[in-house]
């Protein structure tokens, strides 16, 4: 399975970290916004094409596949361009900024059948997964999922501390993992109400923002997110259920009694990115739809379209 890779910052080295331990698979092309530090990635992780063209990646014969960790704003066009060029994608979340072109990538996908993924993170960590599987068995159902994602970000700055060139978005992204997991883990959402702080004078985002949900179970959700908060950083997923309360941090998970669960035996792996490479490679060598496949994660967008139109009315 030969690979090509655009964005190659902060998260498209974790993929590149992923790849490396899929068997079978080279990446064979990266791609980035500036040629030079993109080649320098290209020589750290031994990739033999470097461009700042996604144009000139897909003409390649040597790639099958492409994944995408460019800006958000550019996914669903991106996505899209790579169907056209007959090449499977990933596609980080989100997979859009607008329900339109949410529906245009799902369409695209129909029509050429190829594998279309969005990164949809949370369905593969280990933490997630582990109470996931005991909802299938029907060991427990969620009452409430309680979320918190906290960042300080009042400057445009990525993961590493460098200097975006895109504006990132708490509801189209951030609130894109919540959205998205509470309907896999509590079924079909089907009410929400949303309300934001105030907008950054130069970011021209909102820096707070709260989100409820409601499930066709009667499950509900309560999701708080922030670019003020100084520390602790991430998210954090309390999930109270008529069974049990845990709490997820990423590829962990405690009781609500902070008492560990062991979820090293979930997976292959205790790498969530890592996972969710391996279901995209898995899903093209076997002909089949992944887990976050664009038409699996859609609705997660429909939700989100309609808090915008909230947030538009002055809701």
């Not at 929400?192 to 409820?212: K, T, Y």
Request: with cysteine; glycine share 8%; hydrophobic share 40%.
């Amino acid at each position: 399975m030969r690979i090509a890779l655009a964005g190659a910052g902060a998260f498209g080295e974790k993929h590149l970290d992923g790849l490396k331990k899929i068997d079978g698979v080279t990446v064979t092309s990266l791609v980035g916004r500036r040629l030079e530090p993109t080649q320098a990635i290209a020589e750290k992780y031994g990739i033999p094409h470097a461009t700042t063209y996604l144009a000139e990646t897909l003409a390649r014969d040597d790639v099958d596949a492409v994944i995408l960790c460019t800006p958000t704003q550019m996914h669903a066009a991106q996505a899209i361009q790579c169907m056209d060029a007959g090449k499977h994608v990933q596609v980080e979340i989100p997979l859009a900024d607008s329900w339109a072109d949410s529906e245009a990538a799902m369409k695209k996908q129909q029509e050429t059948g190829l594998v279309c993924m969005v990164g949809h993170t949370r369905r593969f960590n280990p933490s997630h997964q582990w109470v996931h599987n005991r909802i299938r068995a029907g060991e427990l159902n969620v009452q409430q999922m309680d979320v918190q994602t906290y960042f300080f970000r009042r400057q445009n700055m990525n993961a590493k501390g460098e200097p975006r060139s895109w504006t990132d978005h708490l509801l189209w992204h951030h609130a894109a993992h919540t959205v998205d997991l509470f309907a896999y883990q509590a079924g079909p959402v089907v009410a929400g109400n949303v309300l934001q702080g105030p907008i950054h004078p130069e970011l021209g985002i909102a820096m707070d923002m709260s989100i409820q949900l409601k499930a066709e179970s009667g499950a509900i959700c309560t999701l708080s997110l922030s670019f003020n908060n100084d520390g602790p950083l991430g998210t954090f997923f309390r999930y109270i259920c008529d069974n049990g309360t845990y709490i997820a941090r990423y590829d962990d998970l405690v009781t609500g009694r902070e008492e560990a669960i062991d979820v090293s035996k979930v997976d292959v792996s205790m790498n969530g990115i890592e996972l969710q490479d391996r279901e995209f490679i898995a899903a093209i060598r076997e002909g089949r739809e992944p887990n976050s496949s664009v038409a699996k994660v859609l609705p997660c967008y429909k939700v989100l379209h309609d808090l915008e139109q909230q947030l538009r009315s002055g809701g």
